[in-house]
Nanobody, 125 residues
């Protein structure tokens, strides 16, 4: 499976944006897919994940209620709908995937072995 993230851009505070992560290859349904982000000078941090199979979703506290992750296994796509964007959401957003990832590990970047190139999201105040 290979990943490609898209949908970033420049938005104003309060705006919405949808990021897309497209996958190629076989077995996509078996992969937990997550979004991480990295702001300048900061470490990469977990944003959200959607589990393989049944699609259980997970969110970091700072996006809960604002962001929604979803997946379309037929299209091999994962989306991150971001609402009420704030300047602190400015970062490069990466999608990542890992097959049959245990529930305890979904927020740790080191467990994801597949990464797409990031897409820049800039939120102006």
């Amino acid at each position: 499976v290979q990943l490609q993230a898209s949908g970033g851009g420049l938005v104003q505070a309060g705006d919405s944006r949808r990021l897309s992560c497209s996958a190629s290859g076989r077995g996509f349904i078996n992969y937990t897919v997550a979004w991480f982000r990295q702001a300048p000078g900061k470490e990469r941090e977990f944003v959200s994940a959607v589990k393989y199979g049944i699609g259980t979703t997970y969110y970091s506290d700072f996006v809960k209620g604002r962001f929604t992750i979803s997946r379309d296994n037929d299209k091999k796509m994962v989306y991150l709908q971001m609402n009420s964007l704030q300047p602190e959401d400015t970062a490069v957003y990466f999608c990542a995937a890992a097959s049959f990832l245990h529930d305890d590990y979904y927020s740790a970047a080191r467990w994801y072995n597949l990464w797409g190139h990031g897409t820049q999201v800039t939120v102006s105040s």
